[in-house]
Every structure is written in C-alpha cells, then in structure tokens.
C-alpha cells in the first residue's frame, strides 16, 4: 500500500532516499568512524597551521643577509633581542597590549546594556531592529567600514564640515591612538552582543523579580544577581574581543594612518616591506605566545565562561 | 517605609475592585476580598484564570489597571516590590545559583541592610526552621529538589515579611515531595503566624495548606470560603465542577418547594445551590459529587436512599484506594456518571455491561441554574 501524501510528505521520501544512498556509499558497519571522520577536515585546518607555526619558527631563527636579502643558513636568536631591545618594537607591543585591554572594556560595558534591551524586551519589533543593526555591519567588510570613517572623520569629512557651520575650525579626529580604539570599539561591539546575549538568555527574569522581592532594587540586582550570572558570557565576550583587536590589521591601518601601528602590521611590514621574513616570523610568534598566556590567564583566574561549553555540570 | 507604620486594622490584605488588562486580555475582573492577618489562603484556579497575576500585582510586580491593593491598611499602588514588605517564593523557586544556601538565605538580610552582626545568627535560625541546619554551605544545585524548595521558603521568611506568597512553588515536585511540602507549609505558616497567599491549580493542595480558598476563572473570584464549604457548599456550577469530582445531570425545573427543587424527570430532586429559585420550566443542572452516589448489584444492596437509578457499567478504573465506575443511565437520558467505590471488600465486583442500581440522597445534589 502506498501512503498517501500527506501522512507521508515528499520531504520524508527524499530524506529516505538519502538515507538508502548514504547506506550504499557507506556501510552501517563503518557508522562508529563517522564522527571521526567529521572532525577530520577540522583538525586538517589545524595541523596546517601547525606546520605553518613550525616553518615561521624555523624563519625566526635565521637573520637577514643584508647584503645579499636573503636569509642566513646559520641559526641564531638575533631577531628574538632585536624584538625584545628595540625601542619601536616595543612601543608598537604595548600600544597594541593596552589599545586591546581598552577595547575589550569599553565594548563589554557597551555591549551589556544592547544585549540586555535585546534579550529582556517585550517588543519583537525593537529586538528585530536591534538584531538587525547588529548584523548589518557583518555585511560591510571591515575595511570599507574604516573607509566609511575617514569620510565621515577626515579633515574635510562631515563631522569637520558640520562644526565649520558653526564656526569651529577643522579639528584633526583621525590617524590618532582613539580614532583606532574608537574604530575597533566598533568593530567589536556585534561581536561582543553576540556573545553577551545567550548568556543573559540563560538568566530566568524570575532572578530579577527574586531579587526585588527581596529588597533589591535595579542597581543592586544588577551588581549582586545579573553581573555574576553573566559572568560565563562576559568572559566569552572578552576574550574573543581581546584577541581579535590584540591582533587586528586594518582599524590601525587606516584609521591610524601608519602612525598607529599595532603588531598585526608591524609584522606586515617586516614581511612585505623590509622583506625581512626572519623579524617578522618572530614578531607572529611572540604576538601569538602573548595572546596565548592572556587567554591562559583569563582561563585560570575566571575559568573559560561560555566558552568552556561542555555538558552543564 | 510602609512597613513601618504600625496601621490597626486586622486584615493584612484587602484587594478592592482591581482589574488588570494587557495586551488586550481582562486578566482579573473586579476582584475584591480582605485577608485577615496570620491567614493562610489559597488562590485556586485553572491555568489563565488570573490567579498568577492576582498574585503578581500583590508582589508589586504589576500595577493594577485599576483598584488598590492594600497591605496593612496603606494602599501600595505606587510601591515597587523592592520596598513591600513580602516574602514570596517563585514557581521556579528562583535560587541564585553563584550563591550557597546561607548565602541566598542572608541575601534579603544584606539587601535590606539589617545590622550585619546579627545576620549569621538569623540565617542560622531560618536555616534550622526549614530543617536544613547544616546544609547551609551547599550550592544550589548540590541540593535536592525538596531541599532547594526549603532554601526558598527560609530566604522568603528571614527578613519577617508582612506577607508571605507562594507562586505555585510545588507545580513541578513529585506527587509525595509535594505532598510532603505542603504540610511544612502548613507547620511553617502556622509556627510563624505569617499571613500567606499561595496560588496553586491543585484542587487537593488548597483543600490540605488554607484557612480560606478563592477560587478564579476567567479572572473573576468566584468564590472565597473556607475549604470544607468551599467542597460542601459550591457557589456555582464551575466551583463544584473544579473541585472534586462531579457529575452533572442537565434536566427542566418541574417544581420548587423551598429549598427543594424537582426536576421533571421522575424520581429526580436536588436541592437549591447558592439561592437558586428558579421558575417552574427553566433549565436546570444538578451536581452530584462521585463519592454521594452509592452503587450496588441491585437495589436492596443500597441502603437507605432518597433516590435511585438503574444503569449500565461502561468502564471500570482501578486507582489503588479506590474503584471508579463510569456508569451510563438510561432514565437520565444516557446521562454517564462516575461513582467512587472506596470498599475494598467489593471492590471491581461489577464488570463492564453489567447491570448496576446507583443511589444517593436528595439533599447532595445541588442545583445550579448556570
């Protein structure tokens, strides 16, 4: 007997039909290697990166010729002092160190109140609209939107041009240290919603209303009940914000006008404009060593938040 | 600070005429009742008859549309929950997860900045109350279901609230957790003397916690009275039907003669419910509790009874204590009716389509017009 359609719609018959070819292709004997075999493309990725890791390595070791512009066959830790003595490298480390840490506190504070109005209002149309702003900076890359910045920040750009009607001169809001915080600030803020907001959703609004009842009023609640609820999230949010502004290339670059370099194109120039690959191995590998030992100390003071995942204990 | 003022009157709630509408839904109609101090009430009712939000806006987490809500004589519309003087324990119960038990337990206490020496002490105490003295280093979900509700009631009560409320807290235990919980709600309330005001759907749980039951629907009180005349004495057709199990026998007023009234059909009677008096021909129902009707093989078995009826066995439940027989009667016009045999001597002695006589007594079927 045929089922009829609608007891048996066709989106089940081709969900069959995949499954009798999924069969064929690949016998249920072999159904234990299966979840192996997705996490393999996966750890392909990584151990790319790996093997990529161990060739700069192997580069940081060997200093450049300046004679010939090649690299030395000899191996030595010259590039290692030079990171460690020079004054610019230095400079360029801990602007990008503190810049990222700045960063990371403003977008968080920025980001609670966007996650909180999102996730607790009532009006679907508001979390729409919300959502929506969030999102649509994804689709502008974030070069352009730097590009979007010097016009409407540069010299001639509409902020100068809108203080000129009121008779202020021309002030100079670009290619300066908080014209690259302000930039990424904005770049990370969506990121940082993201990751606050399935925190927030996970504390029941009957917390706060306990906590009224109680004798708390909002500040209070916030600071005793919501904050360290949110704990896992801003972690989450922190560290994801902190490693990718420790390590971001094009905010500094255009917004920073090349006087505002941060490591990411501190290496960028060793690799491509001085050609020496041997300074600019070193500098990806100590910008990875220190973004590492922040996540490890984040980890080992406030555990993984969110991102430790896992089944709930 | 309302709590403050010592006001000298004896009800420690008075709701007057409040009405609540959001999103277009009337969610409590004209809703009025006073709650002496040291009372224990139930709000009873269905899901969505207002009962939860009822309860809400006494929390102050909802401003009546219009009415007062008066907590020791002072109207507290305009008072946020933060700054009543109500202890009240959440459906989900609502433990902080970051905190221990002591810590929830002393949480009012640090909010409401009692004096921080006395502070162990009093949570110590609340602790014991709920017989949980030395789980008080526990995180939350290092305790059981049962004791996280005790954490609960010990963190609604140690800053001696003017007003306990209880939010359907027990809907999620299991049956004897449950059971076993409403009765230290019971022995808590009474210990402490505290007025309390607990919203539940669970007709038996009103019956076995209060002092006094209102019951709602549609976001109307339809009844508030003690919980034996709450069973015994229903004000409508919809209280009898929610609590208990009743049997309705829809028929025509033949004739009224006091309280008694006859319905048309023969050797049926019942008498009025809530002043009743309807005219000679107006529809009428008649509510007859499961346990009133007798059953028996034949009509000598039954006893001494005003009424009774032949029928037809339909279905036969055991449910442990008890036997419920649904049994379709031909006089009453196939009307079906569910009758308790709680014997367990004769017990399941009628099979399914036999031939069984049911008998009661005029005075327990009540008749209501609606």
């Known amino acids: ?34 979840p192996w075999l997705m996490l393999l493309p996966a750890v392909l990725l990584v151990g790319l990166l790996v093997l990529g890791l161990w060739d700069m390595a192997d580069g940081s070791l060997r200093t450049l010729d300046t004679a010939t512009f090649l690299p030395s066959d000899d191996y030595s830790l010259r590039n290692y002092d030079r990171a460690f003595t020079e004054k610019l490298f230095f400079t ?21 109140p966007y996650s909180y109005v999102m996730v607790r209002t009532r009006s679907a149309a508001l979390r729409k609209v919300l959502l929506i702003a ?41 290619y300066n240290y908080p014209a690259v915080l302000f930039g990424l600030v904005q770049y990370m803020l969506p990121f940082a919603v993201l990751m606050l907001a399935p925190a927030l959703t996970a504390i029941p609004e009957e917390m706060e209303s306990a906590a009224g009842s109680l004798g708390a009023n909002w500040v209070k609640t916030f600071l005793h009940v919501v904050l360290p609820m949110a704990k896992p999230g801003f972690i989450g949010a922190g560290l994801v ?57 984040v980890f080992a003071l406030f555990g993984a938040g969110t991102l430790a995942m896992g089944r709930a204990k | 600070m309302t709590e403050t003022i010592a006001a000298d009157t004896p009800f420690a709630v008075s709701v007057r005429d409040v009405n609540m509408m ?25 899901s969505g008859s207002g009962k939860t939000t009822l309860l809400r806006m006494i929390a102050g987490f909802g401003r009546p549309t219009s009415g007062d809500v008066v907590i020791n004589g002072l109207a507290v519309g305009s008072v946020p929950p933060h700054k009543r003087s109500i202890g009240m324990v959440f459906q989900k119960l609502a433990l902080f997860p970051h905190m221990t038990a002591a810590e929830n337990v002393a949480f009012p206490l640090r909010m409401r900045r009692f004096d921080a020496r006395t502070i162990p002490d009093r949570v110590q105490r609340y602790l014991d109350l709920v ?43 299991d049956r004897k957790l449950r059971e076993e919980m409403q009765l230290e709600f019971r022995r808590i309330q009474r210990e402490l003397d505290v007025t309390t005001i607990n919203v539940t759907h669970d007709q038996r749980e009103a019956l076995v916690v209060s002092d006094e039951i209102i019951v709602m629907d549609h976001g109307r009180i339809q009844q508030k009275a003690r ?8 004000k409508n057709a919809f209280v009898a039907n929610f609590i208990g199990v009743t049997n309705f026998i829809e028929g025509t007023v033949a004739s009224v003669d006091g309280d008694l009234i006859a319905f048309s059909r023969p050797g049926l009677a019942g008498r009025t419910g809530n002043g009743f008096r309807p005219t000679a021909g107006a529809p009428a129902r008649g509510a007859l509790r499961a346990e009133q009707i007798r059953i028996g093989g034949g009509r000598e078995a039954l006893g001494d009874v005003d009424t009774v009826f032949d029928g037809t066995v339909t279905d036969s439940i055991f449910e442990g204590e008890r036997v419920v027989y649904e049994v379709a009667v031909a006089d009453l016009g196939g009307t079906m009716l569910r009758v308790f045999d709680h014997d367990p001597v004769t017990h399941s002695q009628h099979d399914v389509g036999s031939t069984v006589a049911l008998g009661w007594n005029v005075k327990d079927v009540l008749v209501f017009g609606d």
């Open chain 2, 22 to 46: 959001f999103d277009g839904v009337h969610a409590v109609r004209d809703a009025t009742f006073d709650l002496e101090k040291g009372r224990f009430l139930t709000i009873l009712g269905p």
């Open chain 2, 227 to 234: 919980p034996e005349a709450t069973y015994r004495q229903p």
């Open chain 1, 92 to 112: 360029v480390a801990s602007r990008s160190l503190i810049g990222s840490l700045i960063v990371t506190v403003i977008t968080l504070i920025l980001a609670f």
């Open chain 1, 241 to 297: 914000v902190l490693t990718l502004s420790l390590t971001d290339f094009a905010m500094p670059a255009i917004l920073g006008g090349g006087s505002q370099d941060f490591i990411a194109n501190a290496i960028y120039d060793q690799f491509f404009r001085t050609s020496d690959q041997g300074m600019g191995a070193t500098l990806a590998l100590l910008l990875v060593a220190v973004g590492s030992m922040m996540v490890g100390v």
């Open chain 1, 134 to 174: 969030l999102f649509l900076p994804f689709f502008i890359g974030q070069v352009v939107r730097a590009y979007g910045w010097l016009i409407i920040l540069g010299s001639q750009g509409m902020v100068n041009e809108a203080l000129g009607l009121v008779g202020v001169a021309p002030v100079r809001l670009l």
């Open chain 1, 1 to 34: 007997m045929r089922p009829s359609r609608t007891a048996y719609p066709l989106s089940w018959r081709l969900m069959d039909a995949l499954e009798a070819t999924a069969v064929a292709v690949w016998p249920r004997s072999f159904a234990a290697a299966v």
């Open chain 2, 131 to 173: 017989k949980l003295g030395k789980l008080g280093d526990r995180r939350i979900h290092e305790l059981s279901g049962g004791q996280q509700q005790r954490v609960a009631i010990a963190r609604a009560l140690v800053f001696e609230p003017d007003l306990l409320l209880l939010d359907e807290p027990l809907a999620a235990l």
